[in-house]
Nanobody, 126 residues
Framework: QVQLVESGGGLVQAGGSLRLSCAASGLTFTRYVMGWFRQAPGKEREFVVG????????VYADSVKGRFTISRDNAKSTVYLQMNSLKPEDTAVYYC???????????????????WGQGTQVTVSS
């Protein structure tokens, strides 16, 4: 079965950095859009960033543009989220998600994605 396993979350001070990883198995990774979403307490799950299977299309939420960078290593079936200049409002559970196969456009809605990881907590202190 498909498994997405996130890692790399933790507690960091404002202005700091974290790198999240999501290791995928049970699917042909090179055919899937990979996305990151986040959900803060009491709020809806929101789109953060997504990258197409060939890295030919990447979409960022306005709130993270210039601070977060998504990348994927297809040889390792892993997608990464480099988060710099973190702010307290970035505090949330971060989820990795997969959409595919061979989706042309990166979806920005949670309903666009077929598979989800269990999430990893990111806490940014002020």
């Amino acid at each position: 079965q498909v498994q997405l396993v996130e890692s790399g979350g933790g507690l960091v001070q404002a202005g700091g950095s974290l790198r999240l990883s999501c290791a995928a198995s049970g699917l042909t990774f090179t055919r899937y859009v990979m996305g990151w979403f986040r959900q803060a307490p009491g709020k809806e799950r929101e789109f953060v960033v997504g990258v197409r299977w060939d890295s030919g299309n990447t979409v960022y939420a306005d709130s993270v543009k210039g601070r977060f960078t998504i990348s994927r290593d297809n040889a390792k079936s892993t997608v990464y989220l480099q988060m710099n200049s973190l702010k307290p409002e970035d505090t949330a559970v971060y989820y990795c998600a997969a959409d595919g196969p061979f989706i042309v456009r990166v979806g920005v809605r949670a309903s666009d994605y077929d598979y989800w990881g269990q999430g990893t907590q990111v806490t940014v202190s002020s």
